[in-house]
């Protein structure tokens, strides 16, 4: 196939003699078209944003004018035209391009204002299906690559942060724009139409129920350049999706340093932890190092939650996250300010909780407005190398599942509730993952080893740990149940279980030794329940 050329140079300088303005978000609109009426360029527009300028005193031209020919089916065809596709993606420099304008009445277009409909508002806000395809836009997309591409003569415009940088262009070179400057609008006003036709065709497929469309996009909008990634030599970014989803990117940070790219990754991991927990049955808190939590409670209060949680690994909690599931109060402020901790993050704060914490500048403060449903449905994506892993969220909830009680002996209530308490923390434990739990607290939480039994051990230790520093006479295991977020394949992990004190377990079950597991419970006096789900995380 031959490959499609066109070598003339691009000028450096071009001067800004017409604009077309078409935006949906007016913001800073009116004062940019001042700035440019007020140096002699001409101006098209079209429907709201035509009388928006209007309204304003200034002179501007509706694109119905130039066209010949008015906006029909609602505005659904306004600028899809060739004498505006022509003024944006003819080359100046090109006599074919120059003779074709003249005998068309096509008029070069230097400068387009444009950003699109809604559609992540109106999606985010529930629309139902005819709204939403309503605002899908069609002319802008389309008049934003067409400029975008044609960038060595026009310059683009999607984001009204930029206006400012534009008029200080043309005022630093008479009415000129730079190349550099063209590029780089360019660059932005083709990340802002894929963002934009990524969150399209992912509400189509959610729409349709279509799990694997033949292409899967995600798109994020720049919230914030961060000074290093997960290292001090990596370079990163937090994107945000537009998902109304409470949580790191939706909260307001109230006080201290920007959030680092762990100290995001931890919130996240900490707030979907302790949401799990719902506010109105008790409070909870979650405290969270590296992803992983190495303590999370229920109280009768939210101070009570907070020290239990502690109490489990007091020493690994030192510059931990701490995520709460009720408002911040003063009480559990002035405990958590005691010990150096990275982030709080809960759904509110209380003036008084505020003032503590503000005497410690550098601890940073997230209130998320609210608290993320668990239950709901919703994507999460990793990169691998020369792909994207897809799957939808582990919204799997322990109390939506049918239990199987697989031992001669049931457990009690209590060690019902503290198993469903137990496998809830290790949804959110990295694989393999063990969690001991007793009486709505962790006892001892084993993460991310290659072998279950050591997550076992590992746990048990730092129950061990935990009974020195608080001076109890035996480890909180003692009495506990235990949660495996996957099957136990040998009997192995759960005699190294039950030599911790546990004396319930629960597991997905599903292994192929599921019986000599069993039999190993049935021999010791275990109760062993199996969900027959799991909760793999990696």
Same mark, same amino acid.
């Given at each position: 196939? !031959?490959?499609?050329?066109? @070598? ?17 978000? @007016? ?5 940019? +078209?001042h ?27 509706d ?20 004498t ?18 003249k ?8 400068? +387009?204002?444009?950003?699109l ?6 999606? /985010? /806000? ?16 389309a008049?934003?690559?067409? #400029? ?18 534009l008029?200080?262009?043309? #005022? ?5 724009? !730079? ?11 083709? /990340?802002? *139409? ?7 065709s ?9 799990? *694997?469309? =033949? ?6 909008? %720049? ?8 290292n ?24 201290? @340093? ?27 808190? !979650? ?12 109280? #009768? ?15 690994? +909690?030192?510059?931990g996250?701490?995520?709460l ?11 958590i300010?005691? %010990? ?8 509110d ?8 914490? /503000?005497?410690?500048?550098?601890l940073? %403060? ?18 691998? $190398? ?40 290790? @949804? ?22 290659? $072998? ?41 992990? %759960?005699? $190294? ?7 319930a ?5 599903? #292994?192929? =030794? ?16 199996f ?8």
């Open positions: 196939m !031959a490959l499609i050329s066109k @070598k003339i140079p691009a000028p450096d300088k071009v001067e800004i003699k017409t604009a077309l303005i078409s935006v949906f978000d @007016k913001t800073g609109i009116v004062d940019l +078209a700035a440019l009426s007020a140096r002699g360029v001409r101006l098209f527009s079209t429907g709201g944003t035509f009388k928006a300028i209007t309204a304003a005193g200034l002179a501007v031209t694109v119905s004018a130039i066209t010949g020919f008015p906006e029909i089916m609602d505005g659904r065809v306004k600028t899809l035209h060739p505006v596709h022509g003024g944006l993606l003819a080359i100046r420099d090109d006599s074919e391009h120059q003779e074709a304008m005998t068309h009445g096509i008029e070069g277009i230097d400068l +387009a204002v444009i950003n409909y809604p559609f992540e508002e109106v999606r /985010a /806000a529930g629309g139902d299906y005819p709204t939403t395809v309503e605002n899908i836009d069609i002319g802008g997309p008049m934003i690559r067409a #400029s975008a591409k044609n960038h060595a003569y026009v310059t683009t415009l999607t984001d009204p942060a930029d206006y400012a940088e008029l200080e262009q043309l #005022s630093a070179d008479e009415g000129k724009t !730079a190349y550099a400057f063209r590029q780089r609008m360019a660059a932005k006003a083709y /990340a802002r *139409t894929a963002a934009y036709d990524a969150m399209i992912n509400w189509f497929a959610e729409a349709l129920s279509i799990d *694997t469309p =033949r292409h899967r996009v995600i798109g994020g909008a %720049l919230k914030e350049e961060m000074r290093y990634g997960e001090p030599h990596q370079k990163a970014a937090f994107y945000v999706t537009g998902e109304k989803r409470p949580g790191v990117s939706t909260a307001a940070l109230l006080q201290g @340093k920007q959030l680092s790219y762990n100290n995001i990754n931890d919130t996240d991991a900490a707030y979907e932890l302790v949401a799990e927990f719902l506010p109105e049955k008790a409070p909870a808190c !979650a405290i969270i190092k590296h992803a992983n939590p190495c303590g999370v409670a229920t109280g #009768s209060s939210l101070v009570e939650a907070y020290r239990r949680a502690l109490a489990c690994d007091s020493v690994s +909690a030192f510059g996250i701490i995520a599931n009720r408002t911040l109060d003063a009480e559990t402020a002035e405990e300010v005691k %010990l150096f901790t990275e982030v709080i993050i809960a759904p704060v209380t003036e008084e909780a505020k003032a503590i914490v /503000a005497r410690k500048p550098n940073r %403060l997230l209130s998320a407005g609210g608290l993320p449903d668990p239950r709901a449905a919703g994507l999460t994506a990793k990169t691998v $190398s020369g792909g994207l892993l897809v799957q939808s969220r582990d919204n799997g909830m322990v109390e939506d599942l049918e239990l199987k009680v697989v031992t001669r002996r049931a457990p009690t209530a209590q060690e019902l509730e503290d198993m469903k308490f137990a496998f809830k923390v290790g @949804k959110h434990v990295k694989s393999n993952a063990v969690v001991y739990a007793k009486d709505g607290q962790t006892a001892g939480i084993g993460a991310g080893q290659m $072998s279950r039994v050591d997550s076992a051990r590992i746990a048990a230790l730092k129950a061990e740990e935990a009974a020195k520093a608080l001076g109890l006479a035996v480890p909180m295991t003692h009495g506990s149940a235990v949660a495996s977020e996957a099957f136990l394949p040998f009997a192995d992990g %759960l005699l $190294s279980m039950i030599a911790a004190g546990a004396t377990v629960i597991q997905p079950g599903g #292994s192929m =030794r599921d019986q000599e597991v069993i039999d190993a419970a049935n021999e010791h006096g275990v109760a062993m329940v969900t027959g789900m799991r909760h793999f995380r990696h």
